[in-house]
């Protein structure tokens, strides 16, 4: 087997990890060195920075180790001193964060895409609303947790928007980040989830999950979902993470980013905070 075919993922903070989300991910740090670059990614992105990694290690010597994560769980990770070298964020405010409090290369940040965000309900007919969840106790809902995954924060806000109560909005079940909320729709231990459009790109390649859409809500009259990259200050002359960056609006990786279900800004536009 290649060793492009032998990634090593890494879900922060653990080295060794079983994902939850299709059960099929191990995550062994023994399988292959370290890489020439850590590139921290949000857990939304995971298939996506993988198939970005597999893109550039084919065209360049360069070598990229994934980490995935919450977004607030790695910027902090990275406050701390994580050897990461560039986070792909699901926002805009922690990647420019970093750049206030040193952390980051300023004027490296840039936005690579924009998430839509989705309220998935199996069995609850092709008409609904994010207010029909009323019908449901708040334990049979769940979400990203928002304090740490800007999904999360987007479905907190849709609720809100939606006439919920704080009561209410307390009482949901909220887990470490958008994939583990797909796990927990698919696994039944919740009724209805807010999952990213993402989620339902990778369900049809991997064909593991079910997944209809018309089952699923698009929360289109709501801001996307700005996805911010940035380089961080420790990799400032690292040649491997300074191609990642530059490479994110070539025309081959933009078109990986839009293939699984991300929408992208013009160019001109794609360095905007």
Not at 204 to 216: H, S
């Amino acid at each position: 087997m290649p060793l492009s075919c032998m990634r090593r993922f890494v879900n922060a903070p653990l080295v060794i990890v079983v994902w939850m989300l299709w059960g099929s991910d191990i995550a062994a740090s023994a399988e292959r060195p370290m890489g020439d670059a850590r590139i921290a990614v949000a857990a939304n992105f995971r298939d996506t920075a993988e198939a970005i990694a597999l893109h550039l290690e084919a065209r360049s010597d360069y070598r990229y180790d994934i980490i995935v994560g919450s977004t607030g769980k790695l910027a902090s990770q990275v406050i701390n001193g994580a050897p990461f070298d560039v986070l792909m964020a699901a926002d805009r405010v922690r990647p420019q964060r970093l750049v206030e409090e040193g952390y980051a290369v300023a004027g490296s940040q840039r936005t690579y895409a924009l998430g839509e965000l989705g309220l998935w309900w199996p069995g609850a007919g092709e008409l609904f609303a994010v207010g029909d969840l009323s019908m449901l106790n708040p334990r049979e809902v769940c979400l990203a947790n928002p304090a740490l995954a800007p999904y999360g924060s987007a479905a907190l806000t849709a609720l809100r928007e939606a006439g919920f109560s704080e009561r209410y909005l307390a009482g949901l079940v909220r887990v470490d980040n958008v994939n583990l909320v797909t796990a927990m729709v698919t696994q039944r231990q919740v009724r209805a989830g807010f999952i990213a459009r993402s989620a339902l790109v990778v369900a049809a390649k991997r064909e593991t999950v079910q997944m209809d859409e018309t089952e699923i809500l698009w929360l289109s009259d709501h801001e996307p979902i700005h996805q911010a990259l940035v380089l961080l200050g420790r990799a400032q002359h690292n040649s491997a993470a300074r191609f990642w960056v530059e490479q994110i609006d070539h025309p081959a990786i933009r078109e990986l980013i839009r293939a699984d279900g991300y929408q992208l800004r013009p160019l001109e536009s794609a360095g905007d905070r």
